[in-house]
């Protein structure tokens, strides 16, 4: 667990009057705030620009389409026995009762509950920042960093798909063609990954550092 330092051993760039590089991470002046990273070449920033604004729109753009992508139809499937189109969750079903239900658990937690936690979490560091609360601030950067680490496997649910339409094609027996519900789940999960990306961290200590003077 974190060791308490004493107050003059930390600080943070802002009071140093630096701004460190989000590529590489040098500080430099804050005069040179708005300029190119001398290193690398990045703008320098104090906060990622506007991060709150655009965690919002990536946000509620994910969280619009995240309806399609569970109700229209993942994969179509067409066979000899005729065509079926299948959602999500007609999917989860399919495999549950066919006996694999650890097939239907991995893309129960994939695609239903991993993207709908990812997008709670995201609305509640977002209404932390935007109402300047100091609650928990060190658990939501935890949950910040978890976030990050999870945006890595989210797009586990293409690959089932992807996965499924290969085997089933080897066999020859019938067709499996990605549905609408694919496009509108790939979206969820690149316009969160853009959410978390876009939201600066940073900014859930700034409102610390502002209520302590
Ligand atoms: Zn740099």
Redesign the pocket.
Known sequence: MSVPLPAAAVSTATPMKLVS?H??H?LSAQALEGLR?P????VLHRRKPDSVARSWAFLIAAVILYIPANLLPMMTTQSVFGTSNDTVLSGIVYFWISDSMALALLVLIASVVVPLLKMMALTMLLLSVQFRSTWRIRQQTRLYRLLEVIGRWSMLDIFVVAMLAALVRAGKLATIIPGPGALAFASVVVLTMLASLSFDSRLLWDSLDENNG
């Open positions: 590089c590529a590489c040098l990273c290193r690398c070449g990045t």
